[in-house]
């Protein structure tokens, strides 16, 4: 019984802990793009440049 006297404070203060992590990242916005990082996935990545390792690999050994 005693038990039950510490662990129901401990849970109900991780529990308003989460729900006020969940209510700040709601105010600071990390659940505006929802699709952009969906989407994201689909587009190649044009922009990027081989390394000096990469073109000597695909020069091969001839």
Do not use: Y
């Not at 129901?8 to 700040?24: D, E, K, V």
């Not at 044009?46 to 390792?53: C, E, G, L, Q, Y």
Request: hydrophobic share 45%.
């Amino acid at each position: 019984m005693s038990n039950l006297l510490l662990l129901i404070p401990i849970a109900l203060f991780l529990g308003l802990l989460g729900l006020g992590a969940f209510l700040w990242a709601l105010r600071s916005g990390q659940f505006d793009d929802m699709e952009g990082a969906a989407n994201r996935i689909l587009f190649d990545d044009d922009d990027v440049k081989p390394s000096d390792n990469s073109k000597k690999f695909n020069q091969g050994d001839s």
